[in-house]
Nanobody
């Protein structure tokens, strides 16, 4: 079992920044994939950024150059630094982790970007 707890969401003006954190506990290890997805109102959940096993990082095209995902294995925490935020980035951001071929999700944190 893996538990994920997100923090750091909120309301920010366009052009601003936010940093999301996701603390993992349970059967999670440094080589497990961890990342972030988001879901805007009326849309499907989509990948934002992910650190794959082996360390490769993938980003959605819409956030490349603005968002940075990182991980502190000692703290079992993954971060998402979001800069130059746009109203299109508004949504619920979910932490994701995979352990032993099972996907785990956090409860989600709301990010709202005002224009």
């Amino acid at each position: 079992q893996v538990q994920l707890v997100e923090s750091g969401g909120g309301l920010v003006q366009a052009g601003g920044s936010l940093r999301l954190s996701c603390a993992a506990s349970g059967s999670i290890f440094g080589n497990n994939a961890m990342g972030w997805y988001r879901q805007a109102p009326g849309k499907q959940r989509e990948l934002v950024g992910i650190i794959l096993s082996g360390g490769r990082i993938n980003y959605a095209d819409s956030v490349k150059g603005r968002f940075t995902i990182s991980r502190d294995n000692a703290k079992n925490t993954v971060y998402l630094q979001m800069n130059s935020l746009d109203p299109e980035d508004t949504g619920v951001y979910y932490c994701y982790a995979e352990s032993r071929r099972i996907a785990y999700w956090g409860q989600g944190t709301q990010v709202t970007v005002s224009s």
